[in-house]
């Protein structure tokens, strides 16, 4: 018998079953892979790296962890991730309390003694008062349908779904279809590998160089001497980390100061350039102006003209709404000999034959290997291929079969005690995600410490309080210009039959933790808490 249950050992899973085990909660935590670190675990293809800085990129719970870990460089590999990850759940014994290879496939809440069941794939059934969805918003993996993926003889990986033992392409000849986050990075690795690399580029993204170096010891040391300043400051900006925003409106300056700016930002790398001014998401003529820099810089770049202008975002494509690439020689490499750009906005794919990829124009391409990097069921998947079941046999699937509804991204009206960590309605993917989760698993924390002092039975969201939340993201979203660019995953576009509805929330962690305090210190407003004797809205 335990008092929670969290689904999922990633980032958020793990925080949580450090917190809730520490006020006296008995955690267990569910995870469907055979090992923990979620997606870090799972997407260890070639280039596999965070965009955040590392130092900002991880736990804030113990002081001894951060003065103790070294971060090498100053963006973390995927491999470096996973050893932080394993190297916290081993120093706070948390272990003992995950149980791998069992993947949640049902969540049931019943009515008669308000507790969740829980049972997985195996057919083990657990009970709980409590129900942690910590799958993550980027987890479930999405393989394209293509006509005759089944037929081909060759090796397919996806990015997302990488083999633990690593993947040998020397001498092949090597198909990666997607050109977002993680072809952008797995591209310029595969290219010094590969025979010959062929990219099957749908929409090209803005890809910033990634500027990644080995950590600055200087940096390191000031973080080390300032780390409770800096978690402190992180928390106090829309995004959740350090890096440097620019306070200024693009139009507040002369059009020589916006492109030293747009340059800096190059220098600086990264995401950086999401922050050049702060009006880049809402302003189309700033926006527009950031996309021409960098597309001058493609055109800078890459040798040949004609792949220069394929590469290059369509105008329609606001820098930024589509989420932006951070890559390392991404450009570069199409000035290799081995590498060549299929455009599929000129001819898509037709099929996928048993020996490689055929285009519409009649073009086929001969492979050994097809890498999908095709992304995700962003945002929503990884919760609903859970058959989540609420108040009266509620289903979940059928109650968001619109588009996510909840009350500050952490609860769902008809479903009590479900506590869902760092997924849609929150700042969760425009932010630093270790801080999203710790900033949830904190208040989740603090609600159970105070029902169970209070002998609380249940918490829920009001439908009221809801509707209200789900019209603020929707009513914020609609003030920039992701409202206009609604071909990404932030709009559920890449998944076939998915609603098309704005999911992340656009406030800011600032804005979104203050919101979250004001409830608590208003009595858990918008919440109804219930208890056998009585009940109090
Ligand atoms: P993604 O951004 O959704 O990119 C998927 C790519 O596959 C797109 O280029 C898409 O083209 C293409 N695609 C999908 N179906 C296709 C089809 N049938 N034919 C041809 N092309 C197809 O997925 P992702 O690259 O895995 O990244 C997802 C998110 O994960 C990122 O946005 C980011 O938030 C996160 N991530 C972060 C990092 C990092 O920290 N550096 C690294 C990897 C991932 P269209 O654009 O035309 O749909």
Known sequence: MVDAVVVGAGLAGV????????????????????????????????????????????????????????????????????????????????????????????????????????????GQQFSAKYCLLATGV???????????????????????????????????????????????????????????????????????????????????????????????????????????????????????????????????????????????LTDPE???????????????????????????????????????????????????????LVNLREAPIEAVTPTGIRTADGSEYELDVIVYATGFDAMTGSFLRIDVRGRGGLSLREKWQHGPRTYLGVMTHGFPNLFILAGPQTPSVFSNMVNQAEIHVEWVNECIAHLEKNEIDTIEANEDAENAWVDHVNELASRTLYAQSRNSWFWGANTPGKPRVFMPYVGGIDRYLQKLGEVVAHGYEGFTLRSRQLARA
Not at 299 to 314: G, H, N
């Open 15 to 122: 925080s949580a079953l450090y917190h809730l085990r520490r006020q006296g909660i008995r955690v267990l935590v569910l995870e469907a892979s055979d090992g923990i670190g979620g997606t870090w675990y799972h997407n260890r293809y070639p280039g596999a790296r965070c965009d955040i800085e590392s130092l900002d990129y991880s736990y804030s719970f113990s002081e001894e962890l951060q003065q103790d870990w070294h971060w090498s460089e100053r963006y973390a590999s995927q491999q470096e991730i996973l050893a932080y990850v394993q190297h916290v759940v081993d120093r706070f014994d948390l272990r003992k309390d995950i149980e791998l290879n069992a993947r949640v496939v049902s969540a049931v809440f019943d009515e008669t003694d308000g507790r969740w069941a829980v049972r997985t794939e195996n």
């Open 138 to 280: 980027l987890s479930a993996a999405q393989v394209p349908q293509i006509r005759g993926t089944e037929s081909f003889q060759g090796r397919s990986y996806h990015t997302a779904d990488w083999p633990t033992e690593g993947v040998d392409l020397s001498g092949d000849r090597v198909g990666v279809i997607g050109t977002g986050s993680s072809g952008t990075q797995l591209i310029p690795l595969v290219a010094e590998q590969a025979a010959h690399l062929y990219v099957f580029q749908r929409t090209p993204n803005f890809v910033m160089p990634a500027q990644n170096r080995p950590m600055d010891p200087d940096l390191e040391r000031h973080w080390k001497e300032h780390y409770p300043e800096l978690r402190k400051k992180a928390r106090a900006t829309r995004n959740g980390h350090n890096q440097i925003s620019n306070p200024l409106r693009g139009k507040d300056v002369s059009p020589e100061e916006r492109r030293a700016e747009f340059e800096r930002r190059w220098e600086l790398g990264g995401l950086y350039m999401m922050r050049a001014f702060a009006d880049i």
């Open 286 to 340: 700033v926006n527009a102006e950031a996309g021409d820099f960098a597309r001058e810089k493609i055109r800078q770049i890459v040798d040949d003209p004609a792949t220069a202008e394929a590469l290059m975002p369509p105008r329609e494509l606001a820098l930024g709404t589509k989420r932006l690439c951070s890559g390392t020689n991404y450009y570069e490499t199409y000035n290799r000999d081995n590498v060549t």
